[in-house]
């Protein structure tokens, strides 16, 4: 019967001392990713692509809804990556205005990767540019509306 | 600044330490840093709900001495009946005192304290490589706290559904956190999302070291906190300043109110349960899943205390917790009626044709049982690693622990059937869905599951017998 009980208690024991290594082994793990990515501030996108929007909020309305194009028409605005990212980011700069997908609205927000010039081709429909800001950032306006 | 910063963080301390002082009380260091943890995580959700209803009663003001002013009111209308009329919690018998070897213990500590080190390193580098956090944290949280911050009366357009890719109809207690420590400070400072994240990731392994030392012993506290710190998927979401790790934090502190009932008389026992509301109601004002713990919250309780307790008991115990989850759901309504959201994002996506799919119900259940088990983002799998633990090391007899261990286990299987029923119904691909959301759904109750685990299970390191 003692026997039984200390051949358990050993079972438990190795079983505590697995859960332990588990975690060291795991904490090891996280500390050989902590150096093979060394501690570096990468250049903050965010803050830089935010910045492109700030000559633009001057001249938007101080509330309501515009709209955004980038020249691309694309299938599905929410599953589409790189543009997905820049229509949340430019939301994301412009608040309080709500932006949405679409040239629907009065005023609307071209963000392009190229001058403007090069890309006017791409605008379809009665849209016109009230303001070329650079940087690719222009505000429309759609004059059916 | 720094003045600012100090205050912007003590006035949720006070608010929340006013709440739950008097579970620090004889209860020793282990008492003392829960009750900091617990403090401060319901502090901080409080100080949300402050700020959002400044943001109601008036909008676009922008004197910061009338929102101090504000605050300063509201925190001494909480603190004052609160430490008035909370009784004070006197712990009924010792947490269990049988020792093993000094070494061992100080090995466990040590470990537990080599993880903390490691993982609060870990998360510096990765708020330092992406000081905006992941995608849904700048896409969702924090946008939406820069209107609450920058809007000025158009802070509503947060919830608009012109956006519904930013989940207007989420609660705001994590933006309103972001947005109010703005308001502190005067600017959208980037490190704020970044600290908030950081506080709700190390007061939940707090937490849950601390309540398990109390209830259990410290160095099954330790336990618990080197295998919350094993899944690197927690501290990876945490620094991602996604909501899913202060979501957990919540779930965690109704929990621990709950379970904390035990060990005091009656009279605390129902403050307590008011507490428990209130965790679970900051929940509910966190996320949409939160709304649905409540839910789940009361039915497990009713399925495990109908049976011993009768109804009489039930209501009278769900009375207390329904008033410290008020506030907070009232909160919650108050923005689904204004701006007419939703009350559930999935009820609209229901497929009942997926119901009579048995392929599906075959997928979905081998895709579910497949993500239990790698849970944790570590090439060896944790829980089976625990479930032997479980086997290995055995439940203890603790019929004192019953009701609560039981309203837990009902707990988890009707949060475990709702997640399968969203996966079942979705019309989406459902291993798509898998992919992108269930770990992070695993981890809401990872916390909660380490914590019942480690009260369940008998002291691998004393000689406690083993029942069953």
């Known amino acids: 019967m003692r026997e039984k009980r200390d051949a358990r208690a050993w079972v438990v024991r190795a079983m505590l001392v697995s859960l332990l290594v588990y975690g060291v082994l795991s904490g090891v793990s996280v500390f050989r990713e902590l150096l093979s990515h060394p501690i570096v501030d990468k250049e903050d996108f965010i803050a830089r692509y935010v910045e492109r929007f700030t000559p633009l909020k001057r001249l938007l309305p101080s509330h309501g809804v515009v709209g955004y194009t980038t020249g691309r028409e694309v299938d599905n605005i929410y599953l589409s990556g790189n543009e997905t990212a820049k229509y949340y980011l430019a939301q994301y700069a412009l608040i309080p205005v709500v932006v949405d997908y679409g040239t629907h609205y009065r005023f609307v927000i071209g963000n392009f990767d190229r001058p403007f010039d090069e890309v006017k081709d791409l605008i379809k429909g009665n849209v016109a540019p009230v303001e070329d800001l650079g940087n690719g950032v222009v505000l429309l306006e759609n004059r059916d509306i | ?468």
């Open chain 2, 1 to 468: 600044m720094i003045g600012r910063s100090l205050i912007s963080f003590l006035v949720p301390f006070v608010i929340g330490l006013s709440l739950v002082y008097r579970c620090a009380r004889a209860g020793g260091k282990s008492a003392f840093l829960m009750t900091a943890c617990l403090a401060t995580g319901l502090g901080l959700a409080l100080s949300s709900l402050c700020f959002f209803t400044w943001l109601v009663l008036f909008p676009g003001n922008a004197s910061f001495a009338a929102f101090a002013a504000f605050e300063a009111i509201t925190a001494l209308a909480v603190a004052i009946p609160a430490v008035l009329l909370i009784k004070p919690v006197q712990w009924s018998e010792a947490m269990d005192d049988e020792r093993p070897p000094a070494l061992v213990s100080l090995g466990i500590y040590g470990i537990l304290f080599f993880m903390f080190i490691i993982n609060a390193a870990a998360f510096i580098a990765l708020s330092r490589q992406a000081p905006h956090g992941g995608w849904d944290a700048w896409a969702i949280w924090n946008m939406r706290a820069r209107f609450l911050f920058g809007g000025g009366q158009w802070w509503a357009g947060s919830f608009s559904k012109v956006i519904g890719w930013a989940h207007p109809d989420y609660p705001v207690l994590l933006p309103g956190i972001i947005a109010r420590a703005w308001r502190y400070l005067g600017e959208d400072a980037r490190a704020v999302p970044a600290i908030v994240a950081c506080a709700y990731t190390f007061l939940t392994v707090g937490l849950l070291v601390s309540s398990l030392s109390l209830l259990r012993n410290p160095r099954i506290g330790a336990l618990a906190g080197i295998v919350l710190l094993s899944a690197p998927l927690y501290l990876t979401c945490g620094a991602s300043q996604y909501a899913d790790v202060p979501l957990s934090f919540y779930y965690l502190a109704t929990c621990v109110f709950f379970f904390l009932r035990q060990r005091c008389d009656e009279a605390a026992g129902r403050s307590l349960m008011c507490m428990a509301g209130l965790a679970a109601g900051c929940a509910a004002w966190l996320k949409n899943e939160g709304q649905l713990f409540i839910v789940l919250f009361v039915c497990a309780r009713f399925l495990a205390a109908i049976p011993s307790r009768g109804f009489s008991k039930f209501f009278r115990e769900m009375a207390f917790f329904a008033a410290g989850a008020f506030l907070p759901c009232l909160a919650v309504l108050y923005t689904k009626i204004r701006f007419a959201l939703p009350a559930v994002d999935y009820a609209a996506q229901v497929t009942v044709k997926n119901m009579f799919d048995p392929g599906r119900w075959f997928g979905v259940a081998v895709e579910f049982v497949k993500r239990i088990t790698l849970f944790g983002g570590n090439s060896v799998p944790l829980v089976p690693l625990l479930a032997a633990y479980v086997w290995i090391v055995g439940l203890r007899p603790g019929q004192r622990g019953r009701p609560e261990v039981l309203t837990a286990c009902f707990l988890f299987c009707l949060m475990a059937i709702d997640y399968f029923s969203i996966y079942l119904f979705t019309p989406h691909d459902y291993t798509w869905m898998f992919a992108v959301n269930f770990d992070r759904l695993l981890l809401h109750l990872w916390p909660s599951a380490v914590f019942v685990l480690f009260f369940i299970t008998l002291d691998p390191l004393t000689n406690e017998k083993k029942s069953i």
